[in-house]
């Protein structure tokens, strides 16, 4: 081959080299923005753990009239349970024929603890007597009892790892 030169044919166009250079441009063009997209899914990745939520119903049985409301607290820590510090979530609910169905929306899962009590003066307290002791009624999760007053978180606590949980208190 020496001098010789071997002609080749290309059947490649014109027309499909332009095309073929406007598909690698748009290509790098789309690229860059997709790979930053993707790297910030990659760098923060959603914990599935994170997400999880429940619809918490609560049946409360045993109530002696249909006054006022109840108060209902969930709690997610001993200090907060045990002191009457500041709920997860609270809400008030009425009362039909001595019972009531709370229901709690999007609550993370993990450990809880629920007071409630019966506001049948809609003072929003629960009235005592003298000596300390509950004038209206009141109930724990798990119908928890302390010896000599309110039970403690840990007699008290259940733990929500379901979409769905459902509980019942029983007044006292």
């Not at 619809?55 to 049985?61: F, K, N, R």
């Not at 899962?109 to 007597?129: P, R, S």
């Not at 109930?139 to 459902?166: N, Q, V």
């Amino acid at each position: 081959m020496s001098g010789r030169r071997l002609k080749t044919t290309s059947r490649i166009s014109n027309h499909h080299i332009a095309r073929m250079a406007v598909a690698s441009s748009l290509a790098l063009a789309l690229a860059l923005p997709l790979a930053l997209v993707a790297g910030l899914f990659m760098a923060h990745p959603a914990s599935s753990e994170d997400s999880k939520t429940c619809t918490l119903s609560i049946e409360i049985l045993g109530l002696e009239s249909d006054d006022g409301k109840l108060i209902v607290a969930l709690l997610d820590d001993a200090e907060a349970f045990d002191s009457n510090g500041k709920p997860v979530r609270d809400l008030q609910v009425d009362i039909s024929n001595g019972k009531a169905i709370a229901k709690l929306d999007a609550i993370p899962y993990g450990t809880y603890a629920i007071k409630v009590f019966h506001d049948e003066n809609a003072n929003g307290e629960l009235d005592t007597n003298f000596v300390g002791y509950p004038k209206e009624s009141f109930g724990f999760s798990l119908d928890a009892m302390g010896r000599f007053g309110p039970p403690t978180f840990e007699e008290a606590k259940f733990e929500i790892a379901t979409p769905e949980f459902e509980t019942t208190i029983n007044m006292m």
